[in-house]
T-cell receptor, first 106, second 114 residues
Framework: KNEVEQSPQNLTAQEGEFITINCSYSVGISALHWLQQHPGGGIVSLFMLSSGKKKHGRLIATINIQEKHSSLHITASHPRDSAVYICAVRDDKIIFGKGTRLHILP | DVKVTQSSRYLVKRTGEKVFLECVQDMDHENMFWYRQDPGLGLRLIYFSYDVKMKEKGDIPEGYSVSREKKERFSLILESASTNQTSMYLC?????????????FGDGTRLSIL
């Protein structure tokens, strides 16, 4: 069974800081998904990737298949980026990490 | 734009009641999912459906059932609600899984069982 570990569990940073959230998994996958959950509960899909790197605005996601590791970066962080970020991996089913709670202080 | 709508944001019910949570998607997706989310446990799959009238158990189906009579609607049913079913429930949908299609989530229903 695939184990998905996210780090850190909680992260507090000042506005403008560069943020990195990590996700590691134990078994080979076909794709990895980064999700954002706002305090109200709704979940938004950020990225789905199976290799390399993707960028959308201030968000960058990378994946290293050999090392079974992915990172989500946020450049020039802003208080509106405060949310829970969830990593999910797909092998024969989808397995979710427990999430990283990010709080950006103004 | 993609839209998954859950019928209630907040719901309070009593132990023993039959509870229905409704989810509707407007994207003509084949796959629909019900998850529950609890602190420290992350998202856990209850049931999913890959077609009308088809359903498959997820990781934690006990105490739940589902219904998919129409493609756009997937209902989660708590046959006899218990306090340990107090949780956040999230519905998601995706198109047929060729090349890993992302799941689209609803806003969630926070259910309290008293």
């Amino acid at each position: 069974k695939n184990e998905v570990e996210q780090s850190p569990q909680n992260l507090t940073a000042q506005e403008g800081e560069f943020i990195t959230i990590n996700c590691s998994y134990s078994v080979g996958i076909s794709a990895l998904h980064w999700l954002q959950q706002h305090p109200g509960g709704g979940i938004v899909s950020l990225f789905m990737l199976s290799s390399g790197k993707k960028k959308h605005g201030r968000l960058i996601a990378t994946i290293n298949i050999q090392e079974k590791h992915s990172s989500l970066h946020i450049t020039a962080s802003h208080p509106r980026d405060s949310a829970v970020y969830i990593c999910a991996v797909r092998d024969d089913k989808i397995i979710f990490g427990k999430g990283t709670r990010l709080h950006i202080l103004p | 734009d993609v839209k998954v709508t859950q019928s209630s944001r907040y719901l309070v019910k009593r132990t023993g009641e039959k509870v229905f949570l409704e989810c509707v998607q407007d994207m003509d997706h084949e796959n629909m999912f019900w998850y529950r989310q609890d602190p420290g446990l992350g998202l856990r799959l209850i049931y999913f459906s890959y077609d009308v009238k088809m359903k498959e158990k997820g990781d934690i189906p006990e105490g739940y059932s589902v219904s998919r009579e129409k493609k756009e609607r997937f209902s989660l049913i708590l046959e006899s609600a218990s306090t340990n079913q107090t949780s956040m429930y999230l519905c998601a949908s995706s198109s047929v899984d060729r090349g890993n299609q992302p799941q689209h989530f609803g806003d969630g229903t926070r259910l309290s069982i008293l």
